[in-house]
């Protein structure tokens, strides 16, 4: 179902029983566009009011997103992923399979999120070390956030960080190191709590 209020730009491809709710916008052109990029939308998404879309995101099955979230082009997005109300995707960015994204999150280009992690409300990650920089857009490097792992809810990761897999962020962390596989880290800046017993 295609509300009657969305746009749906050409070169969209979507699969069977998507829904296309009021005032979103898919396929936005964006800048440098290259001629003939196509946007792909994998069956069975719910794609809520107000938000946009751009060129080039491939997106696989059972998509959803809340209202008013913004992917900016040329994302790939496995299968089962959601993304939350407000949250904002930028470009280039890799995100896994059962990826869950909450509310008002930042996720800026060039970021991975690897299979089944988790982040948690008004999480921010970073991609800058020095965004005032003449050479600031040669530098950028995301978080890499590994299988599973989860990060708690008003977290920051800073550029480059890489959060192991099964690990464990609590809520209101700055990340300013990499993290390993199956610890808890908390604090500002994050430091060590315990490891994960299985």
């Known amino acids: 179902m295609i509300a009657s209020t969305a746009i749906i730009h050409p070169g969209v491809e979507l699969g069977e029983e998507v829904v296309v709710e009021d005032f979103c916008i898919i396929g936005a052109p964006f800048r440098g566009q290259p001629e003939g990029t196509v946007t792909r939308i994998g069956r069975g998404a719910v794609i809520r009011s107000h938000t946009v879309i751009y060129a080039g ?23 089962n992923v959601s993304i939350g109300t407000l949250s904002v995707v930028e ?16 996720v800026p280009e060039y970021s991975i999120l690897e299979e089944g992690c988790w982040l948690g409300p008004q999480v921010t990650v970073t991609n800058a070390k020095f965004p005032q920089s003449p050479d600031v857009k040669n530098g ?17 990761l800073l550029p480059g960080v890489v ?31 315990r490891k994960i017993h299985y």
């Not at 470009?91 to 994204?101: F, K």
């Not at 897999?165 to 880290?185: F, H, M, P």
């Open 57 to 79: 995101n491939v997106i696989g099955e059972n998509f959803q997103t809340g209202n008013k979230a913004n992917i900016r082009e040329c994302n790939t997005i496995g299968d």
């Open 91 to 106: 470009h280039h960015v890799e995100i896994g399979n059962e990826v869950r994204i909450h509310t008002q999150a930042f």
């Open 140 to 156: 950028l490097r995301g978080a890499h956030v590994k299988r599973k792992a989860k990060i708690g809810a008003g977290s920051t």
């Open 163 to 193: 959060v192991g897999e099964n690990a464990l962020i609590g809520a209101g962390s700055v990340v300013t190191k990499d993290v390993g596989a199956d610890t808890i880290c908390a604090g500002n800046p994050a430091k060590f709590v």
